[in-house]
C-alpha cells in the first residue's frame, strides 16, 4: 500500500503542544519521516525514525512509532510562532519509494 | 539552504509545448528524486535515479520523462503540456545510509496557459 494519511489542520495557542499524526499502510515501511514547508518554500527534514524504534527525541521533537498500528506522530513541544508551517510524514518502502501524506498545517496562534 | 539547486525558479509557458527542469543535488550525493507538488493531488513521488541509473518510478506520466547526467545532476523533461501540469516540481537528493533521507531544493513552479 502506499497510502500515508495525515488530518489537514491543527491548530494550537504559543506555548502549548502540538501533536500532529499519521499512518501509513505499507508494512515494508524503512523509515519515516518528517518534513516541514513553510510558504513558498522546499520541504524542510525535521526527522526520521527507522521502524524497528519505538521513539525518537531531538530537542523540542518526539516522534513516536507504533509499528502495529501504522501510526506515527510528531510531538513539538512548546509551539512557537514560527513553526506554523505544512507538516508531511513521508515513508520509504522496501521498493525504494517515497510516499508523502497530503500535509497537516499546523496554526499557532500567539 | 539545503545545498540542492534548481532552474529555474519560475516557468510560464503554454499548453502542447515542451520545458526541461534542471537539478543539481548535494555535493556528494548519487541519488536524485522528482516530485509533482499540485494543490488537489498534494506531493506525488514522479522518479528516482541513483548515479545515472533509474531506481523507481511512482506516478510519473509518460509524456514526462528524466534522467541523470555523469556528473550526477538531473532533468525532468515535460511534454505535450496540459493545462493540469501547472504545480511545484521539486527535486531531492538523498544521503547514504542510515537514514537515506531526502533533502529538497526550493522547487520550480511551472504554469501552463
Known amino acids: 500500500g502506499e497510502d500515508v494519511e495525515q488530518s489537514l489542520f491543527l491548530s494550537v495557542r504559543e506555548g502549548d503542544s502540538s501533536v500532529i499524526n499519521c499512518t501509513y499502510t505499507d508494512s515494508s515501511s524503512t523509515y519515516l519521516y518528517w518534513y516541514k514547508q513553510e510558504p513558498g518554500a522546499g520541504l524542510q527534514l525535521l526527522t526520521y525514525?527507522?521502524?524497528?524504534?519505538d521513539m525518537k527525541q531531538d530537542q523540542r521533537l518526539t516522534v513516536l512509532l507504533n509499528k502495529k498500528d501504522k501510526h506515527l506522530s510528531l510531538r513539538i513541544a512548546d509551539t512557537q510562532t514560527g513553526d506554523s508551517a505544512i507538516y508531511f510524514c513521508?515513508?520509504?518502502?522496501?521498493?525504494?519509494?517515497?510516499?508523502f501524506g497530503s500535509g497537516t498545517k499546523l496554526n499557532v496562534k500567539p | 539552504d539545503s545545498g540542492v539547486t534548481q532552474t529555474p525558479k519560475h516557468l510560464i509557458t503554454a499548453t502542447g509545448q515542451r520545458v526541461t527542469l534542471r537539478c543539481s543535488p548535494r555535493s556528494g550525493d548519487l541519488s536524485v528524486y522528482w516530485y509533482q507538488q499540485s494543490l488537489d493531488q498534494g506531493l506525488q513521488f514522479l522518479i528516482h535515479?541513483?548515479?545515472?541509473?533509474?531506481?523507481a518510478k511512482g506516478n510519473i506520466l509518460e509524456r514526462f520523462s528524466a534522467q541523470q547526467f555523469p556528473d550526477l545532476h538531473s532533468e525532468l523533461n515535460l511534454s505535450s503540456l496540459e493545462l493540469g501540469d501547472s504545480a511545484l516540481y521539486f527535486c531531492?537528493?538523498?544521503?547514504?545510509?542510515?537514514?537515506?533521507?531526502?533533502?529538497f531544493g526550493p522547487g520550480t513552479r511551472l504554469t501552463v496557459t
Open positions: 525514525i527507522f521502524s524497528n524504534m
Open positions: 531531492a537528493s538523498s544521503s547514504k545510509p542510515p537514514g537515506y533521507e531526502q533533502y
Open positions: 513521508a515513508e520509504r518502502t522496501g521498493f525504494n519509494k517515497f510516499y
Open positions: 535515479y541513483y548515479n545515472g541509473e533509474e531506481r
